[in-house]
């Protein structure tokens, strides 16, 4: 099993700023990483697939990078409706799909 | 678009099945893809649960392949999950959602506790 390991755990950032969060893979996933926001009472949210790929209606101001076993993800300038708390999946090797244990981005 | 509805029972005494209902719309399951539940407990993470093809193929997550059976019904574009056995661990939002390597869309979700 591919064990997905965000950090941190908690990353507080005030409105504009820019905040970025790590996914490390305990094996090469490749570019098969995917990224989703979610926020509370809601779904998981689709941003990012193929660790850079923009899922349709996702702002620009959301990228992904890396390959192999390092991944971030990258908000350029945090709006209010971005606080939430995001996760990365690997779907390279499966079963089982694994989900990172979540960043939470808060308002500093 | 394509839409996703979990339905089923929200509460489940211990040692009982769960038995959820996901039903699909814009979208015939017998197009293809593959489809899944996760589930996420209080507070908690998320979970890959399994994943079924339209042709009924299934993939479980070890941890929990032997309470677990996904079942697809093309005629009434559903799809199906049974958990035997449980207990108050798998008290969880219960997610369906398309798979494609990643998940997207999702269902809304539906929160079943166990508690007798």
């Known amino acids: 099993e591919i064990v997905m390991t965000q950090s941190p755990a908690t990353l507080s950032v005030s409105p504009g700023e820019r905040a970025t969060l790590s996914c490390r893979a305990s094996?090469?996933?490749?570019?098969?990483l995917a990224w989703y926001q979610q926020k509370p009472g809601q779904a998981p949210r689709l941003l990012i697939y193929?660790?850079?790929t923009r899922a349709t209606g996702i702002p620009a101001r959301f990228s992904g990078s890396g390959s192999g076993t390092e991944f971030t993800l990258t908000i350029s300038s945090l709006q209010s409706e971005d606080f939430a708390v995001y996760y990365c999946?690997?779907?390279?090797?499966?079963?089982?799909?694994?989900f990172g244990q979540g960043t939470k981005v808060e308002i500093k | 678009q394509v839409q996703l509805q979990e339905s089923g029972p929200g509460l489940v005494k211990p040692s009982e099945t769960l038995s959820l209902t996901c039903a699909v719309s814009?979208?015939?399951?017998?197009?293809?893809?593959?489809w899944g539940w996760i589930r996420q407990p209080p507070g908690k993470g998320l979970e890959w649960i399994g994943s079924?093809?339209?042709?009924?193929?299934?993939y479980y997550n070890p941890s929990l392949k032997s309470r677990v059976t996904i079942s697809v019904d093309t005629s009434k574009n559903q799809f199906s999950l049974k958990l035997s056995s449980v207990t108050a661990a798998d008290t969880a939002v219960y997610y369906c959602?398309?798979?494609?390597?990643?998940?997207?869309?999702w269902g809304q979700g539906t929160l079943v506790t166990v508690s007798s």
């Open positions: 959602a398309r798979k494609l390597g990643w998940f997207d869309p």
């Open positions: 814009g979208y015939s399951i017998s197009s293809g893809y593959y």
């Open positions: 079924i093809y339209h042709s009924g193929s299934t």
């Open positions: 094996q090469s996933v490749s570019s098969n």
């Open positions: 193929g660790a850079s």
């Open positions: 999946q690997q779907y390279n090797n499966w079963p089982p799909l694994t």
